[in-house]
């Protein structure tokens, strides 16, 4: 199942993408010849039942775990067929990640948090802190820069690991059940914070999920099942608005 976008080019795709785990009689294969296209501006839901392979794809797609067989690309840029040191830079570079856990380190206050990646990348310190800030106030949390996890809730973690990839200016935002953890508040702002910068950044995100509260915030919805899409929403009128 493939589906077009009327006006412009998608950002990240992929073609013929297959994927197994296991070997022989415990051979279970996650992705088949799946194929797939994703545009900046616009917020996408993978969705699926447990198992059907929604984090997977993820994974592929963000040039975290090689497929079978199939390539993505960039734009025009083939991201399996890079040599791995430079597929490492363009992770750091155009991908950005959120992971269900946070993964914030305990000692780091807010603002350290979003600022590491920036300055580990090369940027300076006060670049990193400027951007780190400013990051800090488009999630709501201009008041917290100085707090660390511990004195934080878990949709406030959420939005500093939001700030923290948001602060990369990525191609492509990647969130892996970014509201598993969240209550049905904290899971509103955050998704709306994500198709926020969808919109406001042109950037285009990728959030694999199982909650049906969050399907009204996307332009897409993709359903996968079987080791392919089963069902996909096109392109919501929300995106003319």
């Given at each position: 199942?493939?589906?077009?976008?009327?006006?412009?080019?998608?950002?990240?795709?992929?073609?013929?993408?297959?994927?197994?785990?296991?070997?022989?009689?415990?051979?279970?294969?996650?992705?088949?010849?799946?194929?797939?296209?994703?545009?900046?501006?616009?917020?996408?839901?993978?969705?699926?039942?447990?198992?059907?392979?929604?984090?997977?794809?993820?994974?592929?797609?963000?040039?975290?775990?090689?497929?079978?067989?199939?390539?993505?690309?960039?734009?025009?840029?083939?991201?399996?067929?890079?040599?791995?040191?430079?597929?490492?830079?363009?992770?750091?570079?155009?991908?950005?990640?959120?992971?269900?856990?946070?993964?914030?380190?305990?000692?780091?206050?807010?603002?350290?948090?979003?600022?590491?990646?920036?300055?580990?990348?090369?940027?300076?310190?006060?670049?990193?802190?400027d951007r780190a800030q400013a990051a800090?106030?488009?999630?709501?949390?201009?008041?917290?820069?100085?707090?660390?996890?511990?004195?934080?809730?878990?949709?406030?973690?959420?939005?500093?690991?939001?700030?923290?990839?948001?602060?990369?200016?990525?191609?492509?935002?990647?969130?892996?059940?970014?509201?598993?953890?969240?209550?049905?508040?904290?899971?509103?702002?955050?998704?709306?914070?994500?198709?926020?910068?969808?919109?406001?950044?042109?950037?285009?995100?990728?959030a694999v999920t199982h909650d049906p509260?969050?399907?009204?915030?996307?332009?897409?919805?993709?359903?996968?099942?079987?080791?392919?899409?089963?069902?996909?929403?096109?392109?919501?009128?929300?995106?003319?608005?």
């Open positions: 199942m493939t589906i077009t976008h009327p006006t412009r080019s998608p950002i990240l795709r992929a073609h013929g993408l297959s994927h197994a785990y296991g070997e022989a009689a415990t051979r279970s294969v996650v992705l088949n010849d799946m194929s797939v296209q994703f545009w900046p501006g616009e917020l996408t839901l993978i969705m699926g039942a447990s198992g059907s392979g929604k984090s997977t794809l993820l994974a592929v797609l963000g040039g975290l775990l090689r497929p079978d067989s199939g390539e993505v690309w960039l734009a025009e840029t083939a991201v399996w067929k890079m040599a791995p040191t430079v597929l490492e830079k363009l992770r750091f570079e155009r991908f950005a990640y959120i992971f269900q856990g946070f993964n914030l380190f305990p000692a780091l206050t807010a603002l350290e948090q979003v600022a590491m990646p920036l300055y580990l990348g090369g940027t300076s310190k006060k670049q990193s802190t800090l106030v488009e999630v709501g949390l201009s008041a917290h820069t100085n707090l660390r996890p511990t004195e934080l809730s878990g949709g406030e973690k959420q939005r500093v690991a939001i700030a923290r990839a948001l602060v990369m200016e990525p191609a492509v935002l990647f969130a892996d059940e970014p509201t598993s953890a969240l209550d049905s508040v904290n899971s509103d702002m955050a998704i709306r914070l994500l198709h926020g910068i969808a919109r406001s950044h042109d950037t285009c995100v990728i509260r969050l399907m009204p915030h996307a332009e897409r919805i993709l359903t996968i099942g079987d080791g392919a899409i089963q069902d996909a929403q096109p392109v919501s009128e929300r995106i003319a608005e």
